[in-house]
């Protein structure tokens, strides 16, 4: 397929550079002239502006003019053998950064105002009519133009026209029109070219992906070859994360217990939860259990909190330690969409008593009644009959079976049929544990949460299926964990969160975190791998937020699966396809993309 997204109507309307500015609409044609791919009968070529911007850019690195600083005039490089470099400094006063994948043809790309932060996300590079002209992305492209006999040849000339100050300008406008159709011809037409093809793939809404700063930080995308210039941003020495801070347990457990007067039963102690060696104890944590301890005393103390945050950034583990750090036990209840307040309160059930309901005559069996009709007969009426035929005995043990069950049902009072269940939820009410709450915002109905309210309130009382009311025991601690963009996932209902006393929004463990907890859970002992597959991970994140990827996951559960497969196979890049890219859309083409921008980017570096 041509890619007619890279030569939109508006871009041959642009304004062309000076001196060529003079040029506009059809004096911008040149007929008779094209370049030697032109394969329609009809020769013509036309200036644009994008590809004359870059080449004098491009020039200007060649030989820089007098004034201008080496800040001011841009960089272009070469990542291995997939990828170039460049940075291109705009006539907007931003730097456009550009990554082109000669392989798929896509770019990455982003926008940075002056003075440079590269630890902030980058502007959207945009491609669009009353956005950005393109001019960074054919930058980008030009040492791939000059490797063509005929581009290289044209680029000569033309720069020996400005070195010369455009002295026979007619003449120069010519040889720009064939470098310019040279470039068109090699892009749009590259797919019907038997050599000189230009692989280029843009989007059609012109949002190029993003640059992230995680892969600047990292060094992800970092010329391995400098053809040109000096680079600013893409220079892969620029390195910062931001750790956590590291939190003793001897610190933290069991050293902010509500009650001290309290004691638990060996059964309570034995759900009391034990922190793992690999958890890392988040300080949002700490500020949680420190709330919960100092306003015990207080008219309304703080005991209702929630976690929200994507899937594996710890929200169970961080309910788990609270538990721990208030020495309470643990439980736990999980919603679906189909949760109804009963599943959260209890339901009434029916009490099937065995004992009860067992038929405690001895009956004949189908055998019995087949081999001898007659004793078969004589133990369900007593009376022996050598000629009863077995369709009798067969009736007559419906019969006998169905009066008995209306026996023990009438025996039965209604009160014993059936019985009340407590849920882990009323459980940890009734005796003040600590309860987790995950995904509530699953549930269908929006209004099965606030039946909780008054639980959550400050009567701290409510009514059970089964006509008691219940009081919540003041040590009793609820902990809801949520995602919050996630397919499936609704709002939580307002005055459910205005009863919350802290909500805390969970992010991802930084890096150094993740490697040291993945390590810990595998038993991987190879810790350079795993940090690459970190970053990995990270950058995949990052870049199905940028491209509104939403149909899978990405994160510390899917690192963990992924370095298990690295563990059993031995390649890091065999086991992403069983593991992490299988795991965060089910798009093939999202994946190929994914692949090429997250994966081949590192590991071929």
């Not at 609820?478 to 006393?501: E, L």
Request: glycine share 6%.
């Amino acid at each position: 397929m041509p890619n007619v997204n890279f030569f939109p109507k508006w871009a041959f309307e642009r304004p062309l550079p000076k001196p060529f500015d003079c040029y506009s609409g059809r004096d911008a044609i040149f007929k008779g002239i094209s370049s030697k791919y032109c394969i329609q009968p009809r020769k013509q070529a036309t200036l644009h502006s994008a590809t004359l911007q870059a080449v004098f850019t491009y020039m200007d690195l060649e030989n820089p003019p007098a004034g201008k600083t080496e800040e001011e005039l841009g960089a272009i490089g070469s990542q291995a053998n997939n990828f170039t470099i460049a940075e291109y400094p705009s006539r907007t006063e931003l730097l456009h950064v550009v990554v082109y994948n000669r392989m798929t043809g896509k770019f990455i790309a982003g926008k940075y105002e002056k003075p440079l932060d590269l630890d902030s996300k980058p502007e959207p590079y945009q491609f669009k009519k009353d956005d950005d002209s393109g001019s960074a992305l054919y930058f980008a492209l030009m040492p791939t133009f000059l490797s063509d006999d005929e581009f290289n040849e044209k680029y000569q000339e033309l720069k020996q026209h400005r070195d010369d100050g455009f002295p026979d300008l007619p003449k120069a406008a010519e040889t720009a029109a064939v470098l310019c159709d040279n470039v068109y011809r090699r892009i749009r037409y590259g797919d019907s070219l038997p050599i000189g093809n230009i692989k280029v793939d843009t989007p059609a809404n012109g949002v190029l992906q993003r640059l992230t700063p995680l892969n600047i930080q990292k060094g992800v995308y970092a010329p391995t070859e400098i053809i040109q210039g000096t680079f600013q941003v893409l220079k892969g020495g620029h390195h910062y994360t931001a750790s956590a801070v590291s939190i003793p347990k001897e610190d933290f457990v069991d050293k902010y217990i509500l009650s001290n007067s309290r004691t638990l039963t060996p059964q309570e102690e034995s759900t009391v939860p034990i922190l793992e060696d690999w958890y890392v104890i988040p300080k949002e944590i700490q500020r949680i259990c420190e709330h919960a301890k100092l306003t015990t005393d207080s008219k309304q103390p703080m005991r209702n909190f929630m976690l929200r945050g994507p899937a594996g950034t710890g929200k169970t583990e961080g309910a788990k330690a609270i538990a721990a750090g208030l020495h309470l036990p643990y439980r736990c209840i999980t919603c679906s969409a189909n949760t109804e307040i009963f599943d959260l309160l209890g339901q009434i059930l029916p009490d099937v008593d065995e004992k009860q309901l067992s038929l405690v005559g001895e009956l004949p069996s189908f055998q019995d009644i087949t081999l001898d009709p007659a004793t078969a007969y004589e133990k369900l009426t007593g009376t022996y009959d050598e000629k009863v035929s077995e369709n009798t005995v067969y009736e007559e043990l419906i019969h006998h079976i169905s009066e008995e069950m209306k026996q023990k049902q009438a025996a039965t009072s209604s009160s014993q049929q059936f019985r009340y269940v407590d849920t882990p939820l009323v459980e940890a009410i009734r005796n003040g544990y600590l309860v987790e709450i995950q995904e509530p915002t699953v549930i269908a109905n929006p209004g099965v949460l606030v039946g909780l309210n008054s639980l959550l309130d400050r009567c701290n009382s409510v009514f059970l299926p089964n006509g008691e009311v219940i009081h919540r025991h003041p040590d009793t601690t609820i902990v809801v964990t949520t995602n919050h963009d996630y397919a499936g996932c609704r709002p939580m209902n307002q005055s459910v969160i205005s009863r919350m006393n802290m909500v805390i929004d969970m992010d991802e463990p930084d890096e150094e975190t993740m490697v040291e907890r993945v390590l810990a859970i595998t038993g991987c002992s190879d810790k350079k791998s795993v940090r690459t597959m970190t970053q990995i991970v990270r950058s995949i994140a990052q870049y199905c937020q940028d491209n509104l990827i939403t149909d899978g996951c990405c994160g510390v559960r899917e690192l963990i699966a992924w370095v298990q497969s690295f563990m059993v196979c031995g390649d890091i890049q065999e086991a992403a396809h069983y593991t992490i890219l299988s795991s965060v859309t089910a798009d093939s083409e999202s994946r190929i993309e994914i692949e090429g921008s997250c994966l081949d980017t590192v590991l071929a570096s």
